[in-house]
C-alpha cells in the first residue's frame, strides 16, 4: 500500500463503512479490532476482545467504503512486513467479508484492487476482465 497524505486520512477514515485493524499488544502480536470508525469501536465479531491504537503498534489493517447499498470496495488492505505471512492479512479480510456478508443486500457489488496474486482468489474474489478493467486517477 502506497503513503497516503495526512489530510486524505483524516477525511477518509472516518467515512468508512468498516475498518479492521490488528494491533500488536504485548503478549498477542494479532490482535485485532473492529467496527465503523467513529463509532463504539468494538470487535465487531472479529474477536473477544477488545483493542484500540492506545494499546499498541497498528501492524495490519483493511476497510470498506461505498454507498452501504450496491457498492462495497475493500480498500487500505495492509499488513507491516514484519508481521506478514502468518495469516493476518486473511483474519483482516475474513472480518470484511463477514461484514459485507451482514450488511450487504442481495446483488451488491464488492470490488478491490488486488494487489497480491492468488490471495484475495483464495477468498473468493474473482478478475473481471476480459469483461472490465480497473482503472485509476490520482489528484495531485
Given at each position: 500500500?502506497s503513503?497516503?497524505?495526512?489530510?486524505?486520512?483524516?477525511?477518509?477514515?472516518?467515512n468508512?463503512?468498516?475498518?479492521?485493524?490488528?494491533?500488536?499488544?504485548?503478549?498477542?502480536?494479532?490482535a485485532?479490532?473492529?467496527?465503523?470508525?467513529?463509532?463504539?469501536?468494538?470487535?465487531?465479531g472479529?474477536d473477544?476482545?477488545?483493542t484500540s491504537?492506545d494499546?499498541?503498534?497498528?501492524?495490519?489493517?483493511?476497510?470498506?467504503v461505498?454507498?452501504?447499498?450496491?457498492?462495497?470496495?475493500?480498500?487500505?488492505?495492509?499488513?507491516h512486513?514484519?508481521?506478514?505471512?502468518?495469516?493476518?492479512g486473511?483474519?483482516?479480510?475474513?472480518?470484511?467479508?463477514?461484514?459485507?456478508?451482514?450488511?450487504?443486500?442481495?446483488?451488491a457489488?464488492v470490488?478491490l484492487?488486488?494487489?497480491?496474486d492468488?490471495?484475495?482468489?483464495?477468498a473468493?474474489?474473482?478478475e473481471?476482465?476480459?469483461?472490465?478493467?480497473?482503472?485509476?486517477?490520482?489528484?495531485?
Amino acid at each position: 500500500m502506497s503513503e497516503r497524505p495526512r489530510e486524505g486520512v483524516e477525511r477518509g477514515l472516518p467515512n468508512s463503512l468498516f475498518a479492521v485493524r490488528a494491533v500488536d499488544t504485548e503478549g498477542d502480536p494479532d490482535a485485532l479490532g473492529g467496527g465503523k470508525p467513529g463509532v463504539d469501536n468494538d470487535t465487531a465479531g472479529v474477536d473477544d476482545r477488545t483493542t484500540s491504537v492506545d494499546d499498541g503498534t497498528v501492524v495490519g489493517m483493511g476497510r470498506v467504503v461505498g454507498d452501504g447499498g450496491s457498492v462495497y470496495h475493500v480498500c487500505d488492505m495492509a499488513v507491516h512486513p514484519d508481521h506478514q505471512r502468518r495469516g493476518l492479512g486473511r483474519r483482516i479480510l475474513d472480518a470484511i467479508d463477514r461484514f459485507v456478508d451482514d450488511d450487504a443486500p442481495s446483488g451488491a457489488y464488492v470490488n478491490l484492487i488486488a494487489d497480491v496474486d492468488g490471495f484475495y482468489e483464495r477468498a473468493g474474489y474473482a478478475e473481471t476482465r476480459p469483461a472490465s478493467k480497473g482503472m485509476y486517477r490520482r489528484v495531485e
